[in-house]
């Protein structure tokens, strides 16, 4: 069959059923990235600065649609009201987020048992290597300008410590500074005083979070298209190999000798004598 195989005209089958699966493959690739790809792009609105307190309302369910928003606000930090999230990568080192709770000038206040009189929200000001690294806020009143975030899930039966948070969770930290707070933190991208940007410390590193992209979720009926064009690769090969191998079966039986009346065995025929009267 190697030799049939051989035969120029196969061969060049053979390229053809190759580049035909290899179009096949590159169609499967090309649905398979679609089956993951969200139909959703990153809203660019969400670049677009907007007062703190126009985009979210403290006491309320975190909306969606404002996450990634950035957003502005002007009031002070207070220095007793930090802690350190552990835990946190910033080119692959790991560290401490710094945490620290922002007053919100002109937020709603919250009222009940427990509210506080002025309405709060937890700052990422930035991260740092070592505990002994992060310094206190800036004083006076700051227009702040970063990320709005949802808060994060707390992370159960973990004690940080003193002064320490496993997450940045809205819920314990009320909690731990006990405030009103927004239901969400901000990821400080700068800080200014009196219309002039405040520098980080040397040590406290920002943070930079970009819009993250929405949530991916499978296609199903491109993953299946996926399949189907692994198949046709598959499928374009096998048709190749049967045409060789009729091709082959055919050259079989025409070299085949035709045995069932051999000439040598053939019965003489002789004429019947004439009978004499």
């Keep these: 069959m190697l030799k049939t195989a051989l035969k120029p005209r196969w ?22 990235g679609r089956s993951t790809q969200s139909d959703v792009p990153v809203d660019p609105s969400a670049e677009q600065v907007r007062p703190l307190t126009g985009v979210l309302q403290p006491g309320t369910f975190f909306p969606g649609s404002v996450s990634d928003q950035m957003v502005s606000a002007k009031g002070s930090y ?9 835990g946190r990568l910033l080119a692959g080192q790991k560290g ?21 009189p002025k309405t709060w929200i937890p700052v990422a000001r930035g991260w740092v290597a070592e505990p002994a690294q992060a310094s206190p806020p800036p004083s006076g009143t700051i227009e702040l300008t970063g990320r709005l975030l949802p808060s994060e899930a707390p992370v159960p039966n973990v004690d ?6 496993s997450a940045v969770s809205v819920a314990e930290l009320i909690n731990t500074w006990e405030i009103s707070s927004y239901p969400g933190f901000v990821a400080a991208t700068s800080e200014a005083s ?26 199903w009926l491109n993953l299946f298209y996926s399949v189907e064009w692994v198949v046709f690769a598959g499928f374009a090969l096998y048709i190749w190999w049967r045409m060789v191998a009729d091709d082959y079966r055919r050259t079989l039986e025409e070299e085949e ?21």
Excluded: C, M
Excluded at 11 to 32: E, H, N, R, T, Y
Excluded at 96 to 116: C, E, I, N, R
């Design 194 to 219: 009196a219309g002039k940007t405040l520098a980080l410390p040397a040590e406290l590193k920002p943070l930079n979070i970009p819009a993250q992209p929405p949530n991916q979720q499978i296609n």
């Design 257 to 277: 000798p035709n045995d069932e009346f051999p000439s040598d065995d053939l019965p003489a025929i002789t004429k019947p004598e004439q009978v004499k009267p």
């Design 96 to 116: 401490y987020w710094v945490v620290t709770a922002f007053a919100v000038d002109g937020a709603p206040v919250l009222h009940g048992v427990g509210a506080s």
């Design 160 to 165: 940080a410590g003193t002064g320490r948070a």
């Design 78 to 86: 207070d220095p007793a009201k930090q802690v350190l999230v552990e």
């Design 11 to 32: 061969i060049a089958g053979l390229v053809f059923a190759l580049l035909l699966s290899g179009v096949f493959v590159l169609l499967s690739q090309w649905q398979f």
